[in-house]
Structures are given as structure tokens and as C-alpha cells.
T-cell receptor, first 114, second 114 residues
């Protein structure tokens, strides 16, 4: 069975600092991986996705993630945090060819301090 | 291009009542999935509808049922409401043709059971 673990339920950074949100997955077959962001009282917005051989994936708002098969990780990074990045971030996994059923992690709340 | 739309946005019910939530998928999408997001948790997969049939189901009791209409819109029904059913219910749409697993989410329907 597939699963996702997000290390750190709460991450706090200063504005302008590096953002690193950790995600490890468990899957018996190469999966598709996603990062979603959720702002308060809103639905989920896709930040980026890994679905191909390109291991470094660039997303919206300056975020990127690197797929590391050997470490079963898909950590999300952004070089310089902005106040508007404060939100809840979810890592998710799905088997290739299985659209619609995402397995989500518990989420990481990102706080950005001025 | 309209995204995923859900209604109602908020509703309050009492234990034992029944509720129906509605979802219209993104234009061009043919698959609708429903998720339950309890406070402080990641979304949990309820079920997925494609070609008007339930294709996949998560670990939810039979009190949760759904329907998909010929225009691809969908309903989620929950019977005999429990306090624990209080959550944000998210609808997501995708395309079976573009099988990358990417979901587009609506803003959600927030259900409070008293």
C-alpha cells in the first residue's frame, strides 16, 4: 500500500529564507507525486507534479521539488520565502495510471515571519 | 474556463440527518473524486466516479454514497450523520484521457454536524 509521510507538521522561516518541506513516500511501483497548497478556507491548488523522468520539477510561485528514488523522497523547496507563502502544504502520491485517488500526507503548516 | 465548482459552501446539520453535496467538474474532465478533510488533517479519499459508475472507493461506510450524471457532475450523499462527519468535503476532477493523476479541486463544502 502506498503512503506519504511529511516530516514536521509545522515549519517556521523568516521572510527571504530558504523553505524546505519534507516528504517521503512508500510505494512498490514508481508513483506520480504531487505537492498541493491550501490557503485558509480554500480548496487545494497544485504547486507541482512529478510524472516523468525529469527528477527536478519546477512549479508555480518559485517552488520546486526533486524526486530522489534512492531516498524515496520528494522534498519541496523555495530559495526565498515570501509572506504570501504562509499556508498548508500537502504532499500526495498515486500509482501511475490511477487517476483520481491520491494518498495525502498529514500536511505541513508553513509560517513566514517578517 | 470555469474550474471545479461545489455547492453549498457551508451547511449545518444535526445528527441523524442526511446531506447532499454537489460538484461540477472542470470543463473537459470526465472523472470526479470526493475527499473528506477533517480539521488539521490531510484529505481522505472517499470514492471516484467515472462514466456514471463508482470506480474506486476508500475506507468509508455505506452511509456515504454518490452519483454521477451524464454531464459529469456529481453528488455526494451522507446518511445518518454523525458528529465525526463534520469536515470539509472536497470535490476534485480529472481526465481519464490525460492520465497523469493530476486533480483539480473545488473550494469545498464545509459540513458541521451538531
Amino acid at each position: 500500500a502506498q503512503s506519504v509521510t511529511q516530516l514536521g507538521s509545522h515549519v517556521s522561516v523568516s521572510e527571504g529564507a530558504l523553505v524546505l518541506l519534507r516528504c517521503n513516500y512508500s510505494s512498490s511501483v514508481p508513483p506520480y507525486l504531487f505537492w498541493y497548497v491550501q490557503y485558509p478556507n480554500q480548496g487545494l491548488q497544485l504547486l507541482l507534479k512529478y510524472t516523468s523522468a525529469a527528477t527536478l520539477v519546477k512549479g508555480i510561485n518559485g517552488f520546486e521539488a526533486e524526486f530522489k528514488k534512492s531516498e524515496t523522497s520528494f522534498h519541496l523547496t523555495k530559495p526565498s520565502a515570501h509572506m504570501s507563502d504562509a499556508a498548508e502544504y500537502f504532499c500526495a502520491v498515486t500509482p501511475r495510471g490511477n487517476t483520481g485517488k491520491l494518498i495525502f500526507g498529514q500536511g505541513t503548516t508553513l509560517q513566514v515571519k517578517p | 474556463d470555469a474550474g471545479v465548482t461545489q455547492s453549498p459552501t457551508h451547511l449545518i446539520k444535526t445528527r441523524g440527518q442526511q446531506v447532499t453535496l454537489r460538484c461540477s467538474p472542470k470543463s473537459g474532465h470526465d472523472t470526479v473524486s470526493w475527499y473528506q478533510q477533517a480539521l488539521g488533517q490531510g484529505p481522505q479519499f472517499i470514492f471516484q466516479y467515472y462514466e456514471e459508475e463508482e470506480r474506486q472507493r476508500g475506507n468509508f461506510p455505506d452511509r456515504f454514497s454518490g452519483h454521477q450524471f451524464p454531464n459529469y457532475s456529481s453528488e455526494l450523499n451522507v446518511n445518518a450523520l454523525l458528529l465525526g462527519d463534520s469536515a470539509l468535503y472536497l470535490c476534485a476532477s480529472s481526465s481519464q484521457v490525460i492520465g497523469t493523476g493530476e486533480l483539480f479541486f473545488g473550494e469545498g463544502s464545509r459540513l458541521t454536524v451538531l
